[in-house]
Each structure stands twice: as C-alpha cells, then as structure tokens.
C-alpha cells in the first residue's frame, strides 16, 4: 500500500491493517470484528467529546464578536486553548452533593445526557467507506435517542431537590417533546423521497440536496432543532433571569460540566444531522474516489449549519414560553402535517412524469406552502394589534393613565 | 446486519461509559471537604422551605398527552414513507385518511384550549 491510497481513506485504511494484525494473531473473526467496532466506537466517542473543546471556544468567541466583546483572549492565539483550561480546571473541583437528592437520578442525569447526544455520532455517514453503522432503521434510532435527552433533563431536575430545577425540567420536557412532533414529521420527507430509513441510503440518493426540493421542510425542521436543543431564542429552560440558572442548577464540578459538553455538542450534533438529511451529507466533487474529501464536505456543511444557530443564538431575544408553544402547535406541527400530505398526494399523482417532475411539484408546494403560512401568520398579528390597542379591557388603568386617549384629550 | 446493531450496542455502553469514567476520575481527583452549610440546597439563593417535589401543572400531561398521539402516529407513517414507491394512489389517499383524521383530532385538542397556556 502506498501513501496516495492511504491518504485517499485512512481511516479504511487503519481499520484494514488492524483486522490483518488481529488475523495473524490467529484471532477468530467474529472476535477481531469485536474488537474492531470496540475501538472504532471508543475513538468517534472520544473524539466527538474532544472536538467539543473546540466548539465551546468558538461558540464563545462568535458570541463575542456578535456582542461586540473580544471573548476569550487570554490563553494561547485567540484564546484557543481557553476551554482546554476551563477543562482541566473543572476536573478538578469540588463535587457538590446536597443534602436531599435523590441520588440514583442525580447522579445518572448527566451521564444519560450526554451519552444521549453521543450515540447520534453511531448513525452518520462520514464518508461513502466510513460510518459507524449503516442501520435500516437509522432515523427512528435518531428519535429515540432524542427522546433519551429528555429523560436526563428530568432526571436532572427531578433528583436535585431544589423547586427551580423541577420547574425548569418541566419546561424543558415540554419544549423538547413539543419540538420533536414537526421534526418527525418532517423527517418523513426524506425517508418518503429515498424510500429507506438508513441514512447511507439518505445520503446515496440525494443526487440533487434536499434542501433545494424541500426548502420549506428543511426551514421546519431547523428551527425545530434549535428549539429542541434549547438555545437561544428557545432557551426557556435556561432562563436565567427566572429560573435562576435551570435545571442544572445542583450541580458543580464535572458533572456540570457534562451538562455543559452535552449541550454545545448537541449543537453541532443536530448541524450534522441537518446537513446529512438536507444538504447531501458527504456529497460533493470527487467524494465517491477520494472519501476523505467527503468527511471533508460533511463537516464543512455542518459548520455552516451551525455557525448558522450560533448567528441565531447571538441576535435574538428570547420568547415567552406561552409564545414558544404556540410557535410549535399552532404553527409548524399543522402546517408540517400539511405539508407531508401535500407531498403524498402530488407528488404521486405526477409520478408517471418522472423523478425530476416529482421533485419539482414538491418544491412548488414547498414554496407554495411558505407563502401562504406566511402571509396568515402576518394577517393574524395585524388582527392582535388592532386588539391590543383600545384599552377598554382594561379599565382598572383607565383613569390615571397618562397615555390613554381620554385622558390626554381632557 | 447483525453487525451493525452490535455496534451499535457497543457504541451505546461506550457513550454511557465515555463521560461515567470522566466523573469518576473526577470524582477521586477533586477535593472533599463538605460541611452543612455548603451541603444545603442552593435553591434561589434564599433559605428553602416547604417540600421540593411540588404538584405540577396539568398543562404540561396535556402537552404529553398529545405529543404521544403524534409520536405514535409517526411511527405508523414511517412504513408508509418507506414503501411509498410501491404503493398505489389508493394507498396514499388512504394514508392521507389517516392522516386527516388525526389531523381532526387535533384540531378537537386545538378548541377544547389544551394547547394554549395558561
């Protein structure tokens, strides 16, 4: 083997010259297999955890910049080695347990929480050789392992005796099951359109991303999976100023930390996915010959996406949480449950035409859809205006309002 | 295939390993000098009274409720979008039934109010 085929997919590579040591070690097969997944495992799982150190310094850095501060500067150029420090500094503080807890779920929270956003790394195709695992029921996994992280976000709150961390664990749940009933549904689309659930399948038949046949879903399904991460503009669970910090509030030292990890790296975790399901996942030119140009485009497109949620989170304000709920039920779950019959129905009755004509319905109804949700959205806040103006409703504020009309005319 | 859940399975003990193994040697790296005033619940800020697991709102088992309908209803779809190659034109109205009737129920949720919040 040459360095040329070794540099084209090395992690093939590697994984090849490690199943011929394990089999003239005169290991049996099925246990070199074993072997293999365990150490493919252990590596994506460590270096997902590392690659959050990145993202936490760049996180804060773009916050920064977005604030008009400078972010961390101190460490190192940039201050890039700012979270390797926090890091270590972490590591060793004080683990404070209060008196009260309930321990079995204090103590399992954060664990169940990051690994719930870990085991997402199982099911990406990084390139056309290189996957954790080609499941065929890889999207459901995906929704099962996000209905896991509410289970930590309970268990957190629950076990750590403090009214504040139960509150916010409710609202948190709540905005998490809430949000995951339009994505599910627009995760739909993409199974509809590759007619499999294994996300290689996803990527293979996305000659054309899906993002150019559905806008529409793909707006949908990222504002979903903002909320569902709980940032900013949903971090109601974080709430600062009413919540005291959420419901990660008991915790100290590293089990905070995890807390922390788990939440930066479920940022980047749902840009992978995104832009798996949307943008074509490792696809682009000359990916099929040279693989590691398509773990390359991967995450190039992903920190895209979430450069994108960073933008996001950096400028704007945070909603009520009666106004976030609504956001989700009274608009993206009808008009995703629409949107997903829309497409059923069209797009098989222009099936004889051909793919391409399929594909093109679909963007017309996609576009179709925005429009008109749109435009209700904007006649339906025209219409609360007009309510809220006249304070007739209010007449306990009447007499000494100084900037109610009766008064300024008299 | 069997292969693949069996990374699957592994990649899962791992996931729950990677950061227990972190806690832990975090755990015997940190320093242990708990007295009763740092032990007590933080709260607010405040002295804490009254017992902590409270009544909740029935707006949130509301919210569940409906969440599990539509989460159990995706499930049933998934099927449907994956065969939705072969199926006929009957096939999909008869999806789109489904659908409308959840979609019904749904809008019965919407007027009885246990969408909004109070």
């Known amino acids: 083997m040459n360095l040329i085929d070794f540099l084209r997919d090395p992690i093939i590579a590697i994984s090849d010259w490690i199943t011929n040591l394990f089999s003239n070690w005169g290991m049996a097969t099925d246990w070199a297999t074993f072997l293999l997944y365990l150490i493919g495992a252990a590596v994506l799982g460590i270096s997902a955890l590392l690659m959050t150190l990145f993202f936490i310094w760049a996180e804060r850095k773009i916050i920064g910049r977005l604030q008009d501060r400078v972010g961390p500067n101190q460490i190192g150029p940039w201050g890039i080695f700012q979270s390797v420090a926090d890091m270590v500094k972490i590591f060793i503080k004080e683990h404070i347990i209060p008196t009260g807890v309930d321990p079995i779920p204090y103590h399992l929270a954060p664990i169940v929480l990051v690994a719930s956003v870990l085991m997402v790394w199982a099911i990406v195709p990084f390139s056309n050789t290189v996957y954790g695992s080609n499941l065929n029921v890889a999207v459901i996994f995906l929704l099962a392992v996000g209905g896991l992280g509410e289970v930590g976000v309970m268990m957190a709150g629950w076990g750590s005796n403090n009214k504040y961390a139960l509150i916010s664990a409710f609202r948190a749940s709540a905005q998490m099951i809430s949000y995951e009933v339009p994505m599910a549904i627009i995760l739909l689309i993409p199974v509809l359109l590759s007619s499999s659930m294994s996300m290689n399948d996803i990527v293979n038949a996305q000659n054309i991303p899906y993002i150019l046949v559905l806008p529409f879903g793909a707006l949908i399904f990222f504002i979903a999976s903002i909320a569902e991460n709980g940032r900013a503009p949903f971090d109601l669970a974080e709430a600062e100023s009413e919540l005291v910090a959420g419901f990660n509030i008991e915790y100290s030292g590293l089990k905070f930390g995890m807390f922390y990890v788990a939440d930066f790296l479920r940022a980047f975790t749902s840009a992978l996915i995104f832009s798996t399901l949307f943008l074509g996942g490792w696809k682009g030119p000359g990916a099929e010959a040279i693989p590691v140009l398509g773990a390359f485009y991967l995450i190039a497109k992903s920190l895209i996406i979430w450069f994108l949620g960073v933008w996001i989170r950096g400028s704007f304000p945070r909603y009520r949480i009666d106004q976030m709920m609504n956001i989700n039920w009274k608009f993206l779950t009808p008009i995703s449950l629409v949107l997903f019959m829309l497409v059923i129905l069209f797009s098989k009755l222009v099936e004889p035409v051909g793919q391409n004509m399929q594909y093109l319905v679909i963007l017309i109804i996609n576009l179709g859809l925005f429009f008109l949700s749109f435009r209700i959205l904007n006649n339906q806040n025209k219409k609360k205006v007009v309510a809220e103006v006249g304070s007739r409703t209010r007449p306990v504020a009447k007499p000494d309002n100084l900037f109610s009309k009766d008064v300024s005319r008299g | ?118």
């Open chain 2, 1 to 118: 295939m069997l292969n693949q859940w069996l990374y699957i399975g592994i990649f899962v003990v791992i996931s729950l390993a990677l950061p227990a193994v972190a806690i832990l040697l975090a755990r015997i790296l940190s320093p242990k000098k708990p007295n009763k005033i740092k032990n007590s619940a933080y709260e607010c800020g405040m002295e804490t009274y009254d017992k902590t697991w409270v009544q909740f709102r029935i707006q949130y088992y509301l919210y569940a409720l409906v969440f599990l309908i539509f989460d159990v209803e995706t499930v049933f779809l998934f099927p449907i979008a994956v065969a939705y190659n072969q199926a006929t034109l009957f096939m999909v109205i008869e999806a789109i039934i489904f659908i409308s009737i959840l979609f019904g129920g749904f809008l019965y949720v919407w007027r009885k109010g246990a969408l909004s919040w109070y």
